[in-house]
Each structure stands twice: as structure tokens, then as C-alpha cells.
């Protein structure tokens, strides 16, 4: 627990599910962090074209709890969390192969390129030269865990933080 006076600290919301929101460029810096190295089944990512929302179901790596289990020598963690991009006028992939269903995909970073009026698109960055791109009227990203924090099937932290 932090003091009035204190920065609030990293480590401070470990063990608490994320709910985060994004609506300015340097907001999604932080999403991009915390799901980087995340991996989904393809099928796991659903365009909903009525409510203009692409989401994604993750299991995503819990950097926030990385430097904890290291310091308690207990087993890294990976959460299923929810990421959602509002107000999407298309979305079109690259290096994505559709017609498989068993295709994983891991999630490198979430970056935002700017356009007129607060318009934009959002770009997914995957593993093996594959992308997502998001036409997006305004920047809305959010990230939501889902489930409690499992432990991570490889036992290891992915190599960068």
C-alpha cells in the first residue's frame, strides 16, 4: 500500500484483474505492454459488425506479476483477458491464415497511426509477419480479465519485458 505521499507502485495492483482504457496514444502504450507476447486461437477473434467491435480473447502473460513469482520462486502466469476496439469501421489482416482453425496467433504490440478528426486504425502486430489492421472512427481500446491467473503452461516468461 502506498503512502498520500508516494508514487503508487507497479507491483501495487499484481493481484488484482486488469480493466483498462485506452483512448489517447500513449494510454495504448500501456495495453501494448501488458499483452505482449499474448496468444490466441484464430478463432478467437470476432468482428461485430452491427456493434462496430473487433474483440479478442487472450491469454495473455502477466508482466504485472512477473518480478513477484520471481522473487517468490513461484510459477509465472498467464490470464484470459478480453480486448476490445470500439467504433470499427473494417478491419483487414495480413500474413493470417483464415482457413485454419487451428492457427494460433501470439500478439507482439498494439500501435495507433493517427488520421483526421481523431480517426485512425489500429494495428496488431503479430508473430511471423502476420497484422491486423482496425479502421477506427476514434481510439477506444479496452482490456478486461476474464479469469483467475493460471499457471503458465510453459513455465517460463516470454524473453522480453
Not at 452491427?50 to 506479476?65: H, I, K, P, T, V
Not at 470499427?88 to 507482439?108: E, K, T
Not at 504490440?109 to 476514434?138: K, Y
Request: proline share 7%; aromatic share 4%.
Amino acid at each position: 500500500m502506498t503512502r498520500p505521499d508516494e508514487d503508487a507502485r507497479f507491483a501495487d495492483g499484481a493481484e488484482r484483474p486488469l480493466h483498462l482504457l485506452a483512448v489517447g496514444p500513449e494510454d495504448l502504450k500501456v495495453i501494448s505492454a501488458l499483452v505482449q507476447d499474448a496468444v490466441l486461437p484464430a478463432s478467437e477473434m470476432r468482428w461485430d459488425r452491427r456493434g462496430r467491435r473487433l474483440a479478442l480473447l487472450l491469454n495473455r502473460f502477466r508482466w504485472e506479476s512477473r518480478e513477484a513469482a520471481e522473487r517468490r520462486g513461484s510459477p509465472y502466469e498467464r490470464v484470459q483477458s478480453v480486448l476490445s476496439i470500439e467504433d470499427v469501421r473494417a478491419v483487414s489482416s495480413q500474413g493470417i491464415d483464415r482457413g485454419n482453425p487451428d492457427l494460433v496467433l501470439s500478439l507482439l504490440s498494439i500501435g495507433f497511426e493517427p488520421g483526421e478528426d481523431g480517426a485512425g486504425r489500429v494495428v496488431l502486430t503479430l508473430a511471423g509477419d502476420g497484422a491486423v489492421a482496425v479502421e477506427v472512427e476514434c481510439l477506444e481500446v479496452s482490456l478486461h480479465d476474464v479469469t483467475r491467473p493460471y499457471q503458465a503452461p510453459s513455465g517460463k516468461a516470454p524473453d522480453h519485458p
